[in-house]
């Protein structure tokens, strides 16, 4: 790739995030726009493309604006994991933040290569149409309202500096992918580890670990998943003791054994198939009490909303806790064979997954309607809270009492969208509305 055709190539992913990025709301041009970069950049790992695609659709869909943070910030990360890949942890860690590093590196090499070669035969005209439009524009915008609606549908409101920003941004990532094509980077090299540790020295201390979390599991067998009845016999135990006081604790040790078994299984000696042998039977019985952990924790939690109420931070974490889960079923299927070469794509490709998933639940929506439900059975419910959820719950929480619902969606507004900010959830929202005759909040 020469440097003027990198140059064209930022250039025009540039042009297309400046009309079609929304960059104040989710959207529908999220998406479009990572599909026209990973068109113009044609060869990159389809695995990672689709995924870093399918987080910025999530845009288009949900409108919950806390979920789409965490879907841009991981569709950026798979973008750049597209474009270098990666196979180790460090790796991967590296790889998800080497496009943006890039764009700076790529600067200077630009700069020497148009030098060198002389602008592209397009660069004169472009520039010359680009100056006129910037002068003439605004004037006639300016000068009719109509021509200034007409302009408005079709390109960002020229009064920001939006557009120059969404070009910068993303034709200076896009110039920073086309760059690691011509000069790549090897991501690996600091990832080489020597297994040094042999089995005495390792064998005691995961063997106690696996008494210790065996002991635990048999001691805890009748109120790991005894649920409500658990707590209700149970003198001086509230659901709020039984989940806060155990799950953090559950949680915290299911990642600290996941940092024992990464370091024993990545450090220990396989000379003998009596070490591969202590190793898998270990290191497996180990993963598979903390499934057992895990389930337990994801139960506590799920008992203390349904006794006081789902919110966003709570889904959040279950959802945190569940792909911690399906990391020890990926380790158990690593252990098998005792090959992991995959393991760790596998981890970051499902906690890419899992955020998907999250939308899919749609978790603002999914929080109120399990509040509702949970209203019809306690007559308990906070209004308030769900009254600030995004408008994803808009739908659901139209189907409350008018004294409640009126409450709720008290001053609730849902602006209209162009093409490019096309949200399901916030369409949705708005036709809920339209069929409502909302009253004063009486509370």
Not at 41 to 49: D, E, G, I, M, T
Not at 202 to 220: K, Y
Not at 373 to 390: A, F, M, N, P, V
Request: aromatic residues 8%; contains cysteine; glycine residues 8%.
């Amino acid at each position: 790739m020469t440097p003027n055709r990198v140059l064209l190539t930022g250039t025009a992913a540039g042009i297309g995030a400046a009309v079609l990025l929304p960059l104040d709301k989710p959207g529908l041009g999220w998406s479009l726009t990572a599909v026209v970069v990973f068109a113009l950049l044609r060869k990159v790992r389809p695995a990672w493309a689709v995924l870093s695609v399918a987080l910025f659709a999530v845009g288009a869909f949900v409108a919950a604006e806390w979920l789409f943070v965490l879907s841009a910030i991981a569709g950026c990360a798979a973008a750049s994991l597209a474009v270098v890949g990666g196979r180790t942890a460090t790796g991967l860690a590296l790889g998800a933040g080497a496009v943006p590093v890039s764009a700076v590196r790529a600067l200077p090499w630009l700069a020497r290569g148009v030098k060198e070669r002389g602008a592209p035969p397009m660069t004169r005209p472009v520039l010359a149409t680009a100056g006129l439009l910037v002068v003439f524009v605004p004037l006639l915008a300016g000068a009719d309202a109509a021509f200034a609606d007409l302009l408005g549908s079709v390109v960002p409101d020229e009064s920001s500096g939006q557009p120059i920003i969404l070009f910068l941004a993303v034709g200076l990532c896009t110039v920073g992918a086309c760059y690691l094509r011509v000069s790549p980077v090897n991501l690996e090299s600091a990832a080489v580890l020597d297994r040094t540790v042999a089995r005495r020295d390792w064998m005691l201390p995961v063997g106690a670990l696996v008494l210790l979390f065996a002991t635990f599991v048999a001691v805890q067998i009748n109120t790991l998943f005894a649920g409500d009845e658990h707590v209700i016999t149970t003198a001086d135990l509230t659901y709020a003791d039984h989940a806060r006081n155990g799950f953090w604790q559950l949680l915290a040790v299911t990642v600290l054994t996941l940092g024992v078994i990464a370091i024993v299984a990545r450090r220990a000696h396989l000379d003998s198939a009596t070490d591969r042998k202590w190793l898998r039977g270990l290191l497996g019985a180990l993963s598979g009490l903390t499934l057992v952990i895990v389930a337990s924790a994801l139960t506590r939690m799920w008992l203390y909303q349904q006794a006081y109420g789902f919110t966003v931070l709570r889904v959040l974490v279950s959802a945190c806790e569940l792909w911690l889960g399906v990391i020890y079923l990926l380790v158990l299927a690593a252990g098998v064979r005792l090959e992991a070469g995959w393991l760790a794509r596998a981890v970051v490709g499902t906690g890419f997954a899992t955020l998907v998933g999250l939308a899919a639940l749609n978790p603002d929506r999914f929080i109120a309607e399990r509040n509702i439900d949970r209203w019809h059975e306690t007559q308990k419910i906070d209004i308030w809270y769900l009254g600030r959820l995004s408008d994803d719950a808009l739908p659901a929480l139209a189907s409350l009492p008018p004294d409640l619902r009126d409450c709720a969606l008290a001053f609730r507004r849902v602006e209209p969208d162009d093409w490019r900010e096309w949200n399901l959830g916030r369409q949705e929202a708005r036709a809920t509305l339209a069929g409502l005759n909302l009253g004063a909040c009486r509370r």
